[in-house]
């Protein structure tokens, strides 16, 4: 359909006259979704038993404080106070259930105030909704890969501390440990932990915790792990043996000295790939119980180094390569086993999301359960981003060698650009609620099939 020039161009740039009014507007229409969503997953009702042993019960309930919490990371807010900018908005009201806002002082509190047992209820929480999700898709293999994140601040806040930080060093900071599902690219899991303390500490609980958790809800399901070197240890291996599951853990070349020795060594390896060659032995280190299997890889790299060359003590040099040991209890192939081991890296592109679109990077407060629960927030928010792709289509993708998600998902800020953020107008004709919005093609087709798959799925 063609249009004429008076139709397509303005023939002015006079700027409006500004009003700001009393109204029912709305800057995320596209919230109507989530409500439908939050009402599919009963969110409101189990948040609320997570805090059904408190005998407080004041105005703005610790329930509804969540709620806003993980409204707020979804629109992708950072700071508390920026609350301010859309505390008038009636389709965030709604969505939580009030009126009008608690203000940063309420949720401070009420954050503060919370017991031990309340911050592991809602930390317990996300983990179910991911397993109720694993269930209902009932998948044959379930990856589950750990890993730690650094959460740095500048302020002086309960429980962090000064540790390993190679972009910003002498920073205090947490560095929680993180359980997620590889299929899904969901958080199962946090542990909180001081920033001062090494990848290891407390992994074994936790790492056999998520693994128990993911067995009871899902019997029969097999189960493997992916972790670097941090977490390498004859404990945590021998713990996955026993809970019969698979594994493949980067070794460390500075805890065994005489591997350099032994790469350096070899003169036949096994061609994988143009750039790839390997070789595998089974191998007891010592002050460990029993041999098991190592698979050594050497890459090609093209790239000459910038700086000064500066040999390691332990780690093997060889002009032109770069050299990789895992430990495995898998009976595959070495070259499958390098592409289900590097698929792990996947990880990191879900922390980015949660830091950049999710604000997990963002410490709120001064208390640590608080910025437990804030943490807890965004962590919630990251998985129902998710899990309303899921709900809102098939899984285009199967289990392959790197184990990457059944689903191609859109990032948070993606979402907010094509659904969230949208205007729109509250309105009562013949006293029936409605939300009215522009009429935008793309932005009307989106959201009926959004609303439309959620009915199915419910």
């Excluded at 805090?51 to 508390?80: D, E, K, N």
């Excluded at 503060?112 to 592991?120: P, R």
């Excluded at 430990?327 to 922390?351: K, M, P, S, W, Y």
């Amino acid at each position: 359909m063609k249009h004429s020039r008076n139709e397509t161009i303005y023939k002015t740039q006079h700027i409006p006259t500004l009003r700001f009014e009393e109204q029912t507007l709305t800057s995320f229409a596209g919230l109507v979704v989530f409500q439908k969503l939050f009402a599919a997953l009963r969110l409101r009702e189990r948040l609320r038993a997570c805090f059904r042993h408190s005998t407080v019960t004041p105005m703005f309930g610790p329930a509804r404080i969540m709620l806003v919490l993980i409204v707020h990371c979804l629109l992708g807010y950072r700071c508390l106070r920026e609350l301010r900018f859309y505390r008038d908005d009636p389709m965030v009201g709604r969505l939580v259930g009030l009126k009008r806002l608690p203000d940063v002082a309420t949720i401070s509190r009420t954050l503060a105030q919370l017991d031990e047992a309340s911050v592991e209820a809602v930390q317990r929480l996300p983990g179910e909704l991911v397993l109720e999700r694993l269930a209902a898709v009932q998948p044959s293999l379930v990856t589950l890969d750990f890993d730690g994140s650094v959460l740095g601040t500048r302020r002086l806040a309960e429980g962090t501390a000064v540790g390993f930080n190679a972009r910003r060093k002498g920073q205090r900071s947490y560095y929680p440990l993180f359980c997620t599902v590889a299929q899904t690219g969901q958080v199962l899991a946090v542990l909180h932990r001081s920033g001062n303390v090494h990848d290891s500490r407390g992994a074994e609980a936790f790492v056999a915790g998520c693994i128990e958790r993911v067995r009871s809800a899902l019997p029969g399901v097999r189960i493997e792990t992916r972790m670097d070197s941090a977490f390498f240890s004859e404990a945590l291996v021998r713990r996955l043996e026993a809970l019969g599951v698979a594994y493949s853990i980067s070794v460390p070349f500075a805890r065994l000295a005489e591997l350099k020795a032994r790469i350096e060594g070899r003169r036949r390896w096994r061609r994988l790939d143009a750039d790839t060659d390997c070789f595998e032995w089974r191998w007891q280190p010592k002050s460990w119980r029993r041999a098991r299997r190592f698979v050594c890889y050497r890459q090609r790299v093209a790239q000459r180094p910038k700086q000064p060359l500066q040999l390691d003590l332990f780690t093997p040099h060889e002009y032109g390569y770069e050299f990789k040991v895992v430990l495995t209890n898998a009976a595959i192939a070495a070259a499958v086993l390098l592409q289900r081991h590097n698929g792990r890296g996947a990880q990191e592109a879900v922390f980015a999301q949660l830091k950049s679109d999710n604000a997990l990077a963002y410490i709120p407060a001064n208390t640590w359960r608080a910025n437990q629960l804030y943490a807890t927030a965004a962590v919630f928010a990251h998985n129902l981003t998710r899990e309303l792709q899921m709900r809102t289509a098939s899984p285009q993708r199967s289990t392959g060698n790197q184990r990457r998600t059944l689903w191609p998902f859109a990032t948070p800020s993606t979402l907010r650009q094509r659904l969230i953020q949208r205007a729109g107008r509250l309105i009562r004709p013949q006293g029936q609620l409605t939300l009215s919005l522009s009429a935008n093609e793309a932005v009307k087709a989106e959201i009926l099939h959004t609303l439309s798959a959620l009915d199915t799925a419910a």
